[in-house]
């Protein structure tokens, strides 16, 4: 069956880094596209944008260009979401989510918690 | 960027009752919009997808409707595991952008 599973929880320092992981499983990795959804404590999601699993090109939502990186490492069928310069306001919970094919997210991750303090 | 609204904001509704949510888009959507229910520490699931058709393994309690600007989530006889956030997405044009949700309590 399809799975995506996402690297555990990170505790993270203002000015720091995170790579956050999504690995699927039970399909064929470059057949969907892969979406990543913000959900800050206690509020809604936010779509963050996409990545092309073929050609690796990513697209961004505003608010989420320059210091966030989408990419892919074929060789393990994993996707990863990247955060330079972290701030607190960057603590979230992150997901995954496979696109079906025209943008809705029908498998996702179990999400992972990023939280920026000092 | 397009704006979804939905409302209400929280319902509180008895088991077997039929519960009805909205979600309107700021501009026309066509019929590119997805329904997701989020239960506390729970990954969001995807309910509806092309504004009307039930993802795999959803159950027919469960049904969407709309096009355009205006879309509903019917749940035609709630069941007390239903309790959960719903959150509509509009999938028209990047970014794609979701509701602020609607909190769906169990009386």
């Known amino acids: 069956q399809v799975q995506l599973v996402q690297s555990g929880s990170e505790l993270k320092k203002p000015g720091a880094s995170v790579k956050v992981s999504c690995k699927p499983s039970?399909?064929?990795?470059?057949?969907?596209?892969m979406n990543w959804v913000r959900q800050a404590p206690g509020q809604g999601l936010e779509w963050m944008g996409w990545?092309?699993?073929?050609?690796?090109?990513?697209t961004y939502a505003q608010g989420f260009t320059g210091r966030f990186v989408f990419s892919l490492d074929t060789s393990v069928n994993t996707t990863y979401m990247h955060i330079s310069n972290l701030r607190a306001e960057d603590t979230a919970v992150y997901y995954c989510a496979r696109d079906i094919g025209w943008g809705p997210g029908d498998y996702w991750g179990q999400g992972t918690l990023v939280t920026v303090s000092s | 960027e397009i704006v979804m609204t939905q409302s209400p904001g929280t319902l509180s509704v008895s088991p077997g009752e039929r519960v009805t949510l909205s979600c309107r888009a700021s501009?026309?959507?066509?019929?590119?919009l997805a329904w997701y229910q989020q239960k506390p520490g729970q990954a969001p699931r995807l309910l509806i997808h092309g504004a009307s058709t039930r993802a795999t393994g959803i159950p027919a309690r469960f049904s969407g409707s709309g096009y355009g600007t205006e879309f509903t989530l019917t749940i035609s006889s709630l069941q007390s595991e239903d309790c959960a956030v719903y959150y509509c997405?509009?999938?028209?044009?990047?970014?794609?952008?979701f509701g602020q949700g609607s909190r769906l309590e169990i009386k």
């Open positions: 990545i092309n699993t073929n050609t690796g090109n990513p």
């Open positions: 501009q026309s959507v066509t019929s590119n």
């Open positions: 997405q509009q999938c028209q044009k990047w970014p794609y952008t």
């Open positions: 039970g399909y064929t990795f470059s057949t969907y596209a």
